[in-house]
Every structure is written in C-alpha cells, then in structure tokens.
C-alpha cells in the first residue's frame, strides 16, 4: 500500500507532476480514476519550463496618504501552471491581507498575481516587503525597502 497525504511535496515524473496524492491498491489493480481525491491537482507539463517573469509595484504615492495600502506581485510568462506566492514583511512570513488570483492561460504561458492589504500603521511600522516565487523548486523573489522609494 501507498499512502501520502497533505504535504508540499512533489512527484515529478516525464509529463506530469502531481502535488498531493493518495493510492490505494483496489483488489491488486490501482485505478487512477478512483485515487485521485477533491483537492489533488495534476498537471500535466506539455512544453518546456519557463520561469515566471516577477514584478514587484510598490504602492503609489496617493495611497500612501491614507488609508490601507496595497503591494502587487505580478507573475508572468511561464509555463507549466503552478506558480505559488509567499509574502514576507521585514523577514517574517505573512497571511493576512494577502489575495492570490487563479492563473491564467494565454498561447500556453501562465499569469497570475497576488496583492498584500497593509493597515496605514503596518506599513508605518516596516521597512522591507518581500515577494517570494516558487515555481516547481525553482525560487526567486524580489523586496525593497520602504526608505528607498520614499522621496
């Protein structure tokens, strides 16, 4: 019997990888049909690997008068899907106030974003902002400090 369930692993085999997994041998005949479980995600690689292209926009001077304030990390240009997106504030992961959009698809290369919602005394009270990028085991970021783009 094979079991594994829930982790951020991965199975990357010829043209598919498959995040999460349960098999389950049903009468000595494993059938993917019946395996594969709601919340399991296949991809299935058709072309080769292209990194995302990642931006970080900063926010603009009007939102910084009041208000919250809101950063966008842009994705774009690669392929397969899978892309995920961690946000980080003077080094520590954050969650709250953090938006992912599905990915999109367009002549076979992906995008997609994700925004970080700051309080005007959470982005008072930081210095650096970072956008963390993995895409199957390839990571990137990009981060700036606060007191290098404020004039």
């Known amino acids: 019997m094979f079991y594994m369930k829930k982790g951020s692993f991965s199975i990357v085999t010829g043209l598919f990888r498959v995040q999460e997994i349960f098999v ?3 009468n000595e005949f494993v059938s993917l049909w019946y395996t594969f ?11 080769p690997m292209v ?5 970080l926009l900063q926010p603009s001077s009007e939102k910084l008068s009041g208000g919250p304030v809101t950063l966008a990390c842009l994705l774009t240009g690669y392929s397969p899907q899978g892309a995920e997106v961690r946000w980080e504030v003077d080094g520590t992961e954050v969650t709250e106030g953090v938006l992912n959009s599905l990915e ?3 002549s076979s290369r992906y995008s997609s974003s994700s925004t970080l919602m700051l309080s005007q005394e959470n982005w008072m009270n ?5 956008c963390r990028v993995n895409h199957h085991d390839h990571r990137q970021a990009k981060s700036f400090r606060k007191n290098r783009c404020e004039g």
């Not at 930081?126 to 970072?130: A, H, I, K, M, N």
């Open 24 to 26: 389950r041998p049903l």
């Open 51 to 55: 990194r995302p292209s990642v931006s």
């Open 104 to 106: 999109e698809e367009k």
């Open 37 to 47: 479980g709601g919340g399991t995600k296949l991809i299935v690689d058709s072309g």
């Open 126 to 130: 930081t210095e650096v902002f970072s």
